[in-house]
């Protein structure tokens, strides 16, 4: 992964506007949207039992997010994640909170087992929570830096062959062997709800462009740290940063990306 196979993606994003069907929270939805939007993707946030197999069927992937669970919800998301997985779609998965409580960590373990994902996308106390039941999240936010879930990481793409993208000051993607480390970013960027659960559907949309799952996770979270670095520099808080992220996203060229990103591969 380098800024020419990230700028290739991106021109596929704007020029193919790809349908990214999320089953998403009531807190990000709007967010969410947004950032698509801003990319150059075509969100859509459909939930409802009668309505998401006919979505997936016309969708480029599928994002779930478990941040406001409800049973009618989770019913959904297998729905929609069995037509997916007919479909041969990729299927993005956040399981927001997992650890915090077992009704997330079991539910998470659910659309592991029976949807299989093709990338997992979640903080270090989330991605740690999926494979040991002694570690408890701070409600939705992370206890551990990024590096702490390595093992954890590991575990999960050697079990389930899927991809695990693990956000934090270093993001670090790994599948099988590999491990891409994303340092982009800015300290900012905790302090608006939302962007992690952002940086899961633009995930979903590089998803839908690029052959490998595993350049697509580093992909997106690559251009999510170089656009909150440039939303940054003009920035006076939470609330400025938050529109200039949006801006950001939707301005973003190949120049951005060869003279801001910061990225490494290396081995288990």
Request: with cysteine; net charge negative; charged share 20%.
């Amino acid at each position: 992964m380098n800024a020419d196979t990230i700028w290739k993606d991106i021109k596929e994003i704007r020029g193919d506007a790809p349908l990214v069907h999320n089953i998403t929270n009531f807190v990000v939805m709007e967010v969410t949207a947004n950032a698509l939007l801003a990319i150059g993707a075509s969100p859509v946030m459909s939930h409802a039992l009668e309505d998401v197999e006919d979505m997936v069927g016309i969708a480029s992937s599928l994002v779930l997010n478990i941040g406001t669970l409800s049973e009618p919800w989770i019913e959904a998301m297998f729905r929609a994640g069995e037509a997916a997985r007919r479909r041969g779609l990729r299927i993005v998965f956040d399981p927001v909170g997992s650890g915090a409580t077992r009704y997330r960590t079991e539910t998470s373990l659910r659309i592991l087992e029976e949807l299989q994902p093709a990338i997992i996308r979640g903080n270090a106390s989330e991605i740690m929570s999926l494979v040991t039941s002694q570690t408890v999240t701070k409600g939705v936010d992370s206890r551990y830096g990024s590096d702490k879930a390595m093992d954890a990481a590991f575990r999960l793409t050697d079990k389930y062959r899927c991809v695990v993208s693990v956000s934090g000051a270093v993001d670090r993607i790994v599948f099988q062997n590999e491990i891409i480390k994303i340092a982009n970013g800015h300290e900012m960027m905790p302090r608006v709800t939302g962007l992690g659960c952002a940086a899961t559907a633009l995930t979903g949309a590089f998803a839908a462009v690029d052959p490998s799952p595993f350049e697509a996770a580093a992909a997106a979270m690559a251009v999510m740290g170089i656009a909150g670095e440039i939303a940054a520099e003009k920035a006076q808080g939470p609330g400025s940063f938050r529109v200039r992220f949006i801006d950001a996203l939707h301005a973003i060229g190949e120049n951005d990306l060869r003279t801001r990103l910061q990225a490494a591969t290396e081995s288990r």
